[in-house]
């Protein structure tokens, strides 16, 4: 069991929990998840939080390969009236800020943002580990080699797994003595990494439990699913569902997704064939 201390308010994660994924973009992989208007944005954080979102993260740029790169002042012009909006429409809301700058994080915190969920783990911005740090929010830390626009340029690995765990152990020291408390680790499926790499770490998912922090695995509707089925990022809930079970099944503590009622179904689904086989 975890726990999560945001702003004096605790998630506890005692069985695995749902983040929903809101992109204030224009330019996401996945249309379905753009929320231009602020009517639209409430309506869907309400639908995900009715269907048992525990977190909802909120993103200002497109991270996919080859996206455009947007200076902090850009992207806080972006979440930061979302950010306002849902804190007076949905109070209780616990908001994730979905940056790698570290001044969009200090912002959106002080707007009401309580965790921080950064796809560079403080390489994009030097500040960003103190900044969190003071802060004393959850750091959500991802395994990226790269950045989003140069990331597929070289994707090579001799052995994936133990690279991004190695990664993941020497940043989770760093978060340690800069003073984070709580930190969430996510091995960064499809962030330089091939199709190949992305199953592997799947495969391998439960050796990043040694870090005794909360895994994520973020596999909604990316590359890996719909490359593989021949198909595209609007078809691919039912590949996602089946690889969120894989993830589950192989130690997951959160799954950050667009599709939150689907995801709560696999982990009550895993939850009761576990059960069912920890009595037999």
Do not use: W
Request: net charge negative; aromatic share 6%.
């Amino acid at each position: 069991m975890y726990t999560l201390n945001c702003k004096g308010r605790l998630i506890t994660i005692d069985q695995p929990i749902v983040m929903g994924i809101i992109n204030v973009t224009p330019d996401s992989f996945y249309a379905g998840s753009r929320q231009p208007t602020d009517e639209n944005l409430l309506s869907r954080i309400r639908k995900m939080l009715d269907d048992g979102a525990t977190i909802i993260d909120i993103g200002g740029q497109s991270t996919r390969p080859g996206s455009d790169y947007l200076s902090a002042v850009e992207e806080a012009d972006r979440v930061l009236p979302f950010i306002h909006s849902i804190c007076a429409a949905i109070p209780g809301a616990m908001i994730s800020i979905d940056t790698f700058h570290a001044a969009v994080a200090r912002q959106a915190v002080a707007a009401g943002a309580c965790m921080v969920n950064d796809i560079s783990a403080g390489n994009m911005d030097n500040d960003m580990i103190a900044t969190v740090a003071a802060l004393h929010v959850p750091y959500i830390m991802m395994h990226m080699k790269g950045t989003p626009q140069t990331m597929q340029q070289n994707a090579t690995y001799e052995n994936v797994s133990l690279e991004v765990l190695d990664f993941l152990i020497a940043k989770k020291e760093a978060c340690r003595l800069a003073g984070i408390k709580d930190i969430i680790v996510d091995p960064g499926f499809g962030f330089g990494k091939t199709i190949q790499h992305n199953f592997r770490l799947l495969h391998q998912l439960n050796v990043f439990r040694m870090l005794d922090v909360p895994i994520l695995a973020g596999l909604s509707r990316k590359s890996s699913v719909y490359k593989t089925l021949g198909t595209t990022a609007e078809d691919a809930l039912n590949g996602t569902t089946v690889l969120n079970t894989i993830a589950l099944m192989n130690g997951a503590n959160i799954l950050r997704v667009h599709d939150v009622k689907e995801a709560v179904e696999c982990i009550k689904l895993v939850a009761a064939y576990k059960q069912t086989n920890a009595i037999v």
